[in-house]
């Protein structure tokens, strides 16, 4: 049995709220560049060359890329051989998530109950998916979601006769009617299959991977590479203002489902796409 | 596509000529308000209260930005997408408001309501927060501080830059 404690696991949670939050990836920079290369509209071009400084002025002042420093998801693997010590993990991460909005200077965007809308002012409850694995390690993926794509975001529970079709027809639907709310360019996460919450956990995965990297089952990876190509035919462009680059990746995960069922959930990011993981 | 400076407070003159799909880079005065402060301030117009800015001519910008860090005057402060706006926007116009910064579309009432009330509508670009902060260069808040983000602040600022989204003939670069 391999032992951790929660006040690594605090300290480390708090060091991932702060960095992904200044530091864009080098996978949504590269991305972007590229894009910049190949976009054709003008007001486009200079709204990607902005994200580049923005990105640029982030890191060097060690301040957020957004202000929307978003809810904090977490996917946690946990190996079954390890024992966190000193309090349960769900504390120490949202103690993490405490400490580093506080201490990062991060926005706390989180009300405590979705009716009466009282601030929690720490950014707490984070969004917390665990999995038991094998193994006696600590898996962390980090996202701050930010809620102008999150609410741009879209399940449907369609019919195995609608086929791929139909799952390309709600993709591009629903980054149509999205349109310049989620800060296009954006990455769209996509899960199919499985259950109805199984398909929105996938898509929100989905988003965990960096751009560039593509599923491993060929079908799928071609269905991803189809999808880009037809959601940057669709016009949108940067902010939604026009031009070729409306989507930087399309990334998708699948899971077995029912004979009756084909869930498909599509979960929007914007290009401020962060997403950090670490393994204690 | 012209690049335009302009100051605040607005007004038709000013205004009139600038189309949609204009780069403008915009200096002076403007406040910031997103949901909460919105239905404040509609509220305190219906019930006839004072409102803590005057509405005739400002410049409002949809924006919630991050606490400063010791010694700046504001953290990122990138816009908000203005939909959610809509509902408490017409009232704000037919009281004088000139100018909108935010990210995204706007629905038919808004649009008809600046028409009417010849208003303009600015994007920012959204995510761009960090930039943003770096054009803003004095932050105060000047009610509900209670809201923390979503307090209303007045701010001034150098030339922000923004693009003609909806100009104030109603010509929406989003239809485009
Ligand atoms: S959608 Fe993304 S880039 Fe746009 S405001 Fe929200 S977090 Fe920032």
Redesign the interface.
């Known amino acids: 049995m391999r032992e951790i404690s929660t006040t690594i696991i605090i300290e480390k949670v708090k060091e991932m709220c702060i960095s992904a939050n200044r530091n864009l990836g080098k996978d949504v920079i590269d991305k972007i560049e590229q894009s910049l290369r190949e976009e054709k509209s003008?007001?486009g071009k200079?709204?990607l060359e902005?994200?580049l400084?923005?990105?640029n002025?982030?890191k060097e002042?060690q301040?957020?890329?957004?202000?929307?420093?978003g809810m904090a998801v977490f996917f946690v693997e946990v190996g079954q051989n390890l024992v966190i010590s000193g309090g349960s993990l769900t504390d120490a991460i949202n103690e993490g998530v405490r400490q580093g909005y506080k201490e990062g200077?991060?926005?706390?965007?989180i009300v405590g109950d979705p009716i009466l809308?009282e601030?929690t002012?720490d950014n707490t409850p984070a969004i917390i998916h665990y999995d038991l694995v094998e193994g006696d390690k600590l898996r962390m993926l980090f996202a701050p979601k930010g809620f102008?794509s999150e609410?741009m975001s879209r399940v449907a529970m369609l019919k195995p006769s609608d086929g791929i079709e139909g799952i390309k027809d709600f993709v591009i639907d629903t980054v149509k009617k999205a349109?310049?709310?989620p800060?296009p360019p954006i990455v769209v996460g996509v899960g199919v299959g499985g259950t109805m919450e199984k398909a929105c956990l996938l898509a929100k995965k989905a988003l965990m991977r960096n751009i560039g990297i593509y599923n491993k089952k060929s079908h799928i990876s071609g269905l991803e590479k189809e999808l880009l190509k037809e959601i940057n035919k669709l016009g949108i462009g940067p902010?939604?203002?026009?031009g070729n680059t409306t989507a930087l990746d399309v990334n998708i995960e699948v899971f077995p489902t029912h004979i009756a069922g084909l869930p498909v959930a599509v979960n929007l990011n914007?290009?401020?796409a962060r997403h950090m993981n670490i393994e204690i | 596509?012209s690049e335009i400076k302009i100051e605040t407070p607005l007004n038709l003159d000013k205004i009139k000529d600038l189309k949609a799909?204009d780069?403008v880079y915009l200096t002076g005065t403007i406040y910031t308000a997103r949901d909460?402060a919105h239905e404040r301030l509609v509220n305190q117009i219906e019930n006839k209260e004072n409102v803590p800015f005057k509405i005739q001519n400002a410049t409002i910008y949809y924006?919630?930005?991050?606490?400063?860090?010791p010694g700046?005057v504001i953290?990122?402060?990138?816009p908000?997408?203005s939909?959610r706006m809509d509902k408490y926007t017409p009232l704000l116009l037919d009281k004088g408001l000139k100018g909108m910064i935010g990210?995204?579309?706007r629905n038919e009432k808004v649009i008809d309501s600046m028409i009417e009330n010849k208003a303009i509508y600015f994007?920012a670009?959204?995510?761009?927060?960090?930039?943003i902060?770096?054009c803003i260069k004095e932050s105060r808040i000047i009610a509900y501080p209670e809201?923390?983000?979503e307090a209303i602040r007045e701010l001034y600022v150098e030339n922000f830059?923004l693009?003609v989204?909806i100009d104030s003939k109603g010509n929406n670069?989003?239809n485009?």
């Open positions: 003008l007001i200079d709204i902005k994200l400084e923005n990105a002025i982030a002042k301040m957020p890329i957004c202000q929307d420093t200077y991060l926005r706390k965007s809308r601030n002012n102008g609410n349109g310049p709310n800060c902010q939604g203002l026009g914007c290009h401020v | 596509m799909g780069r909460a924006v919630g930005p991050c606490p400063a860090k700046e953290g990122s402060a990138g908000t997408t939909y990210k995204g579309l994007a670009i959204g995510g761009a927060g960090a930039l902060s770096s809201l923390g983000a830059p693009i989204a670069l989003y485009r």
